[in-house]
């Protein structure tokens, strides 16, 4: 893999190995379900074998009888969970309903009881015991989603979208499909819960703390002051585990009333259909636009599926308002209904599909055009946010495409189909361009310098494997000048001071402005006890004289050497540490950000080889060009997007979760029929970023690269096997049957 060095001269973009890679690699870093407490017992659900219907009869007596059996929970029998609400943004949950809240079944494999028992093979046992016979109706998995057409909401518009597209000399109407995608981190989702007589402490896999500790409080009916989420390392999410799901309150309301330590570990079945998926959509794109390639109307529909008790909308439209210029614009969505698990935010939710329909359509376009698909962009740059009128904050779209085009070798490329070979292999070229969202979140953090010469930093966040204990490492050492061997990162308890949620790529941009705070507030506070300590050599002077250089407490404009180490003072003080505590707003919160459209831009270029001989599609080459502003760490951001593109491979050619439609339960619910990418399906990839400070989101310029990397990959694929084989592939995955039928 190609690799790219920033000319950085400081910590700040280096590439820093991860602070945490020894406890990982040793297999010391303690995942959720590793927790092990004395007393411990296990809770294994039921689920249910129909996606709709009733339950008429739940026959537990046989389970009840079977060894180390201490309970089973089912509707009627089960202590009471509350129903969360969310309020002011906080207590996000995608799945409320309490389970075994009614009889009613909404989607298969829903919980229908859960048994515990002494030891996990137990419980096992006596779930697969419990008798239930249920009220089969036919359930409703239909994969045309077309009845949501008539339901569309406008979500935004400019001009006449309608009447522009009538009238415009070229047109593109196409309709797009992408399937339903299971989350599938190697981490199985899990709850170990623990109850004292008062209080819960809860080791769950979550990407949200501080959320899962206001659903938790809910669903449990005690204050938030009595629950308390432990996350200490988690095995990816992307997505699937922002929101707490149900064996979450299972395990918890066991607890308390078994008062036993409670384990629950959802099983990759399980994975499924119980802890959400990214649901399928479906989505027209018309495109009118001048025979030179100005755009002249664009008009989006989109409608995706959701659950029979969720609401959750996938949000195509994300990127549609801003990402090219055009006077006249319709974006509408709606939901349809289906009887399936709530679906939920996975990488890049919204955008991400959104931008398969819309880039493929501007391919489209551009073959119909005559034109290069890199010149139909760059036509269509806006100078502005054309939804809003606001000045983009830092977009460098047009420096990622130039920059593509050069590494990837674009001018090569002959345009005509199937016309590049290499050897017994069709070559095919596509690109696509991709966006993401800037933000920040709401951030305390609080540092301590300690009198050992070790800084402590920690915040109610989560390193959910992206590298967040390394970026607050390095933010800490950049401002303070110790080095990061001497900082300890303490994240992943929802005791520590209230941190953002792993989600929307937004925890790095969120956490930088109140880090910087923490720390400078902390060498406040250390300077005081400096100038007011009888045995320092700093005694009596003025704050305003005194300098922190790389640990060194010193006088202003003389050598830090001169000084004196902070620890050394802190011990003639007998002060154990000097803290300072810093907090941050929410760009909503901030009227400088308000004033920008805040997004992250990349260009994808995606090389495929067809070998007509033996029906063999493989993406051969990738190379990617990211604009998130100034990058922290080089290391850990490359590492995100050579994942999201081996991720974005998955999208294109293997992954879908196929459910059946007579009895609605997905086919392929384990590794060996759900196929995702593995390092033999990897291309060769090539990442750079453009490192761009966006100064509007706080003071390192940097926004946050997880999700961006996956955008734009799926329509670059099937743009490069339309290049190769004279096939558009609409919907998605590519499937090779496709590529022999055409
Ligand atoms: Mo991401 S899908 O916002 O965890």
Redesign the pocket.
Known sequence: MATQELSTPSIIGAVVPRVDGRLKTSGSAMYSSDYHFPGMVYLVPVCSAIARGKITKLDASQAEKMPGVLRVMYHGNVPQMYRPIPHDQDAVVDESRPPFEDEVIYYSGQYVAAVVAETMEQAKAAADAVHVEYAVETPNVGLDLGDGWKHLKMENHRGDAEKAFASAPVQIDETYVTPTETHNPIELHASVAVWDGKKFTLYETT?SLINHQAVMAQFLGVPNENVQIVMKFLGS???GK?WPWTHAPLAAAAARELNRPVKAVVSRRMMFTNVGHRPRTQQRVRLGATPDGRLLSLHHDYVNHTSMISDYGEGCGEATPYLYSCANLLLRGAKVERNVGPPT?????GAVPGLHALESAMDELAIKLKMDPVELRLRNEPEKDESNGKPFSSRHLKECIATGVEKFGWSRRNPAVGSMRQGDLILGWGMACASWGAFRMPCEVTVALNDDGTVRVSCATQDIGTGTYTIFAQIVSDKSGIPVDRIQVVLGDSALPAGPL????GVTSSVVPAIASAVYAAIRSMTMIATSTPSSPLLNKKSEEIAFTAGRVHVKGESPEQGIAFEEILKRANIRSARGEGKSVSTDDDSTAKKYSQHSYGAQFVEVTWDPGIARLRVSRVVSVIDVGRIINLKAARNQVEGSIVMGVGMGLFEETHYDQLSGGPINNNFADYVVSTCADAPEIDVTFLNYPDLTLNEYGARGV??IGLAGIAPAITAAVYHATGIRVRELPVKVETLLSA
């Open positions: 990407q999410g992307f997505g922002l935010a996975m990488r890049g939710p792993s989600g929307g790529s997880g999700e």
